[in-house]
């Protein structure tokens, strides 16, 4: 069963079009991340939601918007592409409430590439 | 804001000897948890091995095992009898274990260190 898991595993794309990646994890936690990871392999924080709320918002341009439906999803959805959105986009969850500090790690998916041409 | 700094870009290492990756990190915070993340060809983020940094034992799982210094603020990570799957981007990150804020949730990554494995 995969822990956390997002959709597509690949996406290509022409600059200007929308598009959204999903994501969903099945191990109960209570925090999801969306992480960006350029083309010198740097990982970089962009949003996370705790129970659905946002609490971390990064200088992310405005065409990225996340959403959270409920706590066991995190979609992130782009308007506008441009060439430089191309990265992988990593989703993760991590158990964690704003009460209580985890020693949890995060737990990856497998990565979306995009690619803007 | 918390830093960390892998200064080795790229390691390699002969099959079946000990390699060690190296990690600092930069904090006003007594108390953070670290972790190193092997990333395979394959893009998936794999967790290796987690230090409180309140527990003075080096943690160790297997053929890993981590040299954390507190004072000197460094965390390397020592991969014994290299195997040839061992061959993959190696991130070492930060956790801050405050409870509450932006900055309890996220890890802070170290820009990577590439392992390869000659047979």
């Known amino acids: 069963d995969t822990a956390v898991s997002q959709t597509p595993k690949y996406l290509v794309t022409q600059m200007g079009n929308d598009k959204s990646i999903k994501c969903e994890q099945n191990?109960?936690?209570?925090?999801m991340y969306w992480y960006k990871q350029d083309s010198k392999k740097f990982l970089k924080i962009m949003f996370s939601?705790?129970?659905?709320?946002?609490?971390i918002n990064e200088t992310v341009p405005n065409r990225f918007s996340p959403k959270s439906p409920d706590k066991a999803h995190l979609n992130l959805h782009i308007n506008s592409l441009e060439l430089g959105d191309s990265a992988v986009y990593f989703c993760?969850?991590?158990?964690?409430?704003?009460?209580?500090?985890?020693?949890?790690?995060?737990?990856f998916g497998n990565g979306t590439r995009l690619t803007v041409t | 804001a918390q830093t960390v700094t892998q200064s080795q870009p790229e390691m390699s290492v002969q099959e079946a000897e000990t390699v060690t990756l190296s990690c600092t990190y930069d904090?006003?915070?007594?108390?953070?948890?670290l972790f190193w993340y092997k990333q395979p060809p394959s893009r998936q983020m794999i967790l290796v091995i987690r230090?409180?940094?309140?527990?003075?034992q080096n943690a160790t799982e297997n053929r890993f095992s981590v040299n954390f210094q507190k004072a000197a603020k460094s965390f390397s990570l020592k991969i014994s009898d290299s195997q040839l799957g061992d061959a993959a981007m190696y991130f070492c990150?930060?956790?801050?274990?405050?409870?509450?804020?932006?900055?309890?949730?996220?890890?802070?990554f170290g820009k990577g260190t590439k392992l390869s494995v000659i047979p």
């Open positions: 993760a969850s991590s158990q964690g409430s704003p009460y209580r500090s985890y020693n949890s790690p995060l737990h």
């Open positions: 191990l109960g936690h209570d925090t």
């Open positions: 939601y705790n129970n659905k709320e946002l609490i």
């Open positions: 904090t006003s915070e007594s108390d953070y948890y």
């Open positions: 230090q409180e940094a309140y527990k003075q």
């Open positions: 990150a930060y956790r801050s274990s405050a409870t509450s804020g932006a900055g309890s949730y996220q890890l802070t």
